[in-house]
C-alpha cells in the first residue's frame, strides 16, 4: 500500500473524530448543560484524552436529561 492509499483511509476517520471532539466539547460548556457529577472540567478531560471514546461517553452517559 502506498502512503496516499493510507492517507486516504485514515482521513475521514480523523475528520470524524475530530468533529465528535468539537462537538461534544461545544455542548459541554453551553452554561444550561448539566452533566453527571457536576464536573464539566473532568468531562472536558474524558472527551479530550479518550478521543473516539470520550466523546461518546459523554453522549451515552455524561449529559443530564432535563
Given at each position: 500500500m502506498s502512503q496516499t492509499t493510507i492517507l486516504l483511509l485514515i482521513l475521514p476517520i480523523v475528520i470524524l473524530e475530530i468533529a465528535?471532539?468539537?462537538f461534544a466539547l461545544r455542548d459541554l460548556v453551553r452554561p444550561e448543560r448539566r452533566v453527571r457529577g457536576d464536573s464539566k472540567l473532568l468531562w472536558g478531560l474524558v472527551i479530550v484524552l479518550f478521543q473516539l471514546i470520550g466523546p461518546i461517553l459523554y453522549f451515552?452517559?455524561?449529559r443530564e436529561t432535563e
Open positions: 465528535l471532539i468539537v451515552m452517559v455524561g
